[in-house]
């Protein structure tokens, strides 16, 4: 009889499920809840963005791409970075993938090696320790704290490297916390960098989404475009989460051998959805417009509530979370996000899903609709008034 176990990859049995999806089990089972957990846009895909794909259907262009995606929308990639970031790139120094998900994956195995170190702050995106692990990487967690914003400081990543450090992922805007980098803050990490052989991830899928403040890019900084890998994508500015696509912006050196694996691993991310993502990048500013006041809108009220509950909380910057504090009350966040499920059928994710740095707080997502919003709100508060 066949040992199953015994043929599975030992790194990949060793790493444990996500914490998100496991809590998501939990909630499948159950009826009638009210859910705050989705890192998802409720907008629909915008109509004129669907619309390109349409045709390209009806046109019949359902063939593969080149590898390294549709050379219009590798040049309109260029021109949209250029346009919202001032950042330059080349259509060579550009690969879309499938998602941004695929493009952390590309641009890990492709830039380490086993026993190579990648630091990662944390709390953030549940997937760098995993892949970093599955490319035979060491993975150096940085836990920020909460006293500066879950920001990493440039003490904390000096303190991190080692002679063996050869990647920093920059998670920011962060998920789940909403903090968010800027200039000068990039400029201290920057200092650090600048005379070391260390490349960095900087994933900005959020970068659209910040409130106040245009995001900055690291790549912008003096001397770190040359070690930086942009990871992004269309799903959270373009609420096009179903349409699988991202792509990265660096070095042409690193895309190419990157556009090898992901070469081999997937030949092309899906057409239509290319076609899709041209006229995003040259007719979506408005739709970003529109989407963005909408979550600043969501971003108030419900840190006024979580306010008016009696949680601490700081209002996040970026991103569609926020990361009260639910340590108060003798629960863990497992406990108390698992009772709060069972007790008020309200969903949101414990903080330990980003990292054991998350114990005591959770992360709620306001890419809802302020209607479910405030009912979720006044389930919290039912619960926490009764753990008090």
């Given at each position: 009889m066949i040992d199953h176990n015994f043929l599975l990859s030992e790194t990949l049995r060793d790493i444990k499920p996500s914490g998100i999806r496991k809590f998501f089990d939990l909630l499948a089972d159950m009826g009638d809840v009210t859910a705050l957990t989705v890192g998802q846009p409720d907008f629909v895909t915008p109509w004129h963005i669907r619309e390109a794909a349409i045709q390209s259907l009806e046109r019949g262009q359902t063939y593969y791409t080149s590898n390294s995606g549709l050379p219009e929308l590798r040049s309109e990639i260029c021109a949209?970075?250029?346009?919202?970031?001032?950042?330059?790139?080349?259509p060579s120094e550009v690969l879309v993938t499938v998602g941004g998900s695929e493009a952390i994956d590309v641009c890990v195995r492709s830039l380490v090696n086993p026993s190579d170190e990648v630091i990662i702050?944390?709390?953030?995106f549940v997937c760098y320790e995993p892949i970093t692990r599955m490319a035979g990487a060491v993975p150096v967690v940085i836990n920020t704290k909460a006293e500066n914003g879950f920001k990493l400081t440039a003490e904390e990543l000096k303190a991190a490297v080692t002679p063996k450090t050869r990647l920093l992922v920059l998670p920011y805007p962060n998920n789940p916390t909403g903090a968010i980098l800027e200039k000068d803050e990039l400029?201290?990490?920057?200092?650090?960098?600048?005379?070391?052989?260390?490349?960095?991830?900087?994933?900005?899928i959020y970068a659209e989404l910040t409130f106040g403040k245009r995001h900055v890019s690291i790549a912008s900084i003096e001397g770190m475009k040359e070690r930086t890998i942009i990871a992004s994508g269309f799903s959270k500015a373009y609420a096009m989460t179903g349409w699988r696509l991202g792509y990265i912006c660096g070095p042409k050196i690193w895309v190419s051998q990157m556009t090898k694996l992901h070469q081999y691993a997937i030949m092309c991310a899906p057409t239509a959805s290319q076609f899709a993502a041209i006229e995003a990048l040259r007719e979506g500013d408005s739709d970003i417009a529109e989407m963005c006041a909408e979550y600043n809108r969501r971003r108030v009220y419900i840190f006024e509530g979580l306010k008016k509950i009696g949680l601490p909380v700081q209002m996040p910057e970026g991103a569609f979370y926020i990361y009260p504090y639910i340590g108060g009350y003798g629960l863990s966040?497992?406990?108390f996000c698992e009772r709060l499920l069972r007790e008020e059928k309200c969903a949101i994710v414990p903080g330990t899903a980003f990292?054991?740095?998350?114990?005591?707080y959770a992360r709620i997502s306001y890419a809802y609709s302020v209607r479910h919003i405030s009912e979720a709100l006044e389930k919290i508060k039912r619960f926490v008034d009764k753990i008090k």
């Amino acid at each position: 009889m066949i040992d199953h176990n015994f043929l599975l990859s030992e790194t990949l049995r060793d790493i444990k499920p996500s914490g998100i999806r496991k809590f998501f089990d939990l909630l499948a089972d159950m009826g009638d809840v009210t859910a705050l957990t989705v890192g998802q846009p409720d907008f629909v895909t915008p109509w004129h963005i669907r619309e390109a794909a349409i045709q390209s259907l009806e046109r019949g262009q359902t063939y593969y791409t080149s590898n390294s995606g549709l050379p219009e929308l590798r040049s309109e990639i260029c021109a949209y970075m250029k346009r919202r970031f001032e950042l330059e790139y080349e259509p060579s120094e550009v690969l879309v993938t499938v998602g941004g998900s695929e493009a952390i994956d590309v641009c890990v195995r492709s830039l380490v090696n086993p026993s190579d170190e990648v630091i990662i702050p944390m709390p953030s995106f549940v997937c760098y320790e995993p892949i970093t692990r599955m490319a035979g990487a060491v993975p150096v967690v940085i836990n920020t704290k909460a006293e500066n914003g879950f920001k990493l400081t440039a003490e904390e990543l000096k303190a991190a490297v080692t002679p063996k450090t050869r990647l920093l992922v920059l998670p920011y805007p962060n998920n789940p916390t909403g903090a968010i980098l800027e200039k000068d803050e990039l400029e201290a990490l920057a200092d650090v960098l600048r005379d070391t052989n260390i490349a960095v991830l900087s994933d900005e899928i959020y970068a659209e989404l910040t409130f106040g403040k245009r995001h900055v890019s690291i790549a912008s900084i003096e001397g770190m475009k040359e070690r930086t890998i942009i990871a992004s994508g269309f799903s959270k500015a373009y609420a096009m989460t179903g349409w699988r696509l991202g792509y990265i912006c660096g070095p042409k050196i690193w895309v190419s051998q990157m556009t090898k694996l992901h070469q081999y691993a997937i030949m092309c991310a899906p057409t239509a959805s290319q076609f899709a993502a041209i006229e995003a990048l040259r007719e979506g500013d408005s739709d970003i417009a529109e989407m963005c006041a909408e979550y600043n809108r969501r971003r108030v009220y419900i840190f006024e509530g979580l306010k008016k509950i009696g949680l601490p909380v700081q209002m996040p910057e970026g991103a569609f979370y926020i990361y009260p504090y639910i340590g108060g009350y003798g629960l863990s966040s497992e406990e108390f996000c698992e009772r709060l499920l069972r007790e008020e059928k309200c969903a949101i994710v414990p903080g330990t899903a980003f990292g054991e740095c998350g114990e005591g707080y959770a992360r709620i997502s306001y890419a809802y609709s302020v209607r479910h919003i405030s009912e979720a709100l006044e389930k919290i508060k039912r619960f926490v008034d009764k753990i008090k």
